[in-house]
């Protein structure tokens, strides 16, 4: 039986630093789509050695962006891999037998073995780590349109595949601070349009909550001291998002006030 052809995409923004080590590990792939907004530090030159089907789209929320990604996608079945993650040879010969037999589901969730600060987190709510189905039917599976942490609609099966793919999401510090800042002020501006209301408990009880979630209930305590520091820092990063929350709302009714 011939196997059905795959488009990998991957959704690009200043990730010169990851981007050549994502893309060389799908290489495999039937064709490429990389959807890129507008990124100034070199990444899609990058890019141009794996494919020219290189999309440029301003920042609209991952959920439509990830839809616009598919809509450029020639085949039916998509690998969708983010540009901080990387597929390894065993999630390619995984899809590859998939294919040849003959898929039973219409999407496939993907384990995630997930790296902070080079160090695999085996706990803290980070293993393994299923995000949307990385493997999919593109007719019948697509994103929920929302700014961030976006969700999917399915009509069909879902499954779990075996192998893994590898996340590098922060080589330093830096980054991890310069991507919460990122998404708490997305975040924020979507329970803002919610209608979302914000209590000061929010500033104690949510990030509280969260660090006893990933350190004490996901196990954390188990990955030592980076486990401490990933569920601090996401604790943080919570609080963040709840006080941006704050400032949105006090400016709206500023300017209510008039």
Known sequence: MTRFKITAYVMTYNNA?????????????????????????????????????????????????????????????????????????????????????????????????????????RHCGWYPDFRQPQFFNKKRMKYREQLVHETYELDGRLGRLKEHVLQFPFFSLEQFFAKMDRYSALRAEEMFMEGRKFRATNLMINPAAMFFRMYVAKLGFLDGVPGFILSSLYAYYTMLKYVKLWEKLKKQDKGNRG
């Open 17 to 121: 630093d990851k981007i050549k080590d994502c893309l060389e590990s799908i290489n495999w792939a039937d064709e490429i789509v990389v959807l890129d907004s507008f990124s100034t530090d070199g990444t899609v030159e990058i890019a141009k050695n794996y494919t020219q089907k290189i999309i440029q789209e301003k920042f609209v929320g991952f959920g439509r962006l990830r839809n616009i990604a598919l809509s450029h996608c020639s085949n039916d079945w998509v690998f969708s891999l983010d540009s901080d993650e990387r597929a390894t040879e065993e999630i390619k010969n995984e899809i590859f037998g998939l294919l040849e037999k003959g898929p039973e589901c219409e999407a496939y969730l993907v384990p995630r073995k997930s790296h902070f600060l080079d160090i695999w987190i």
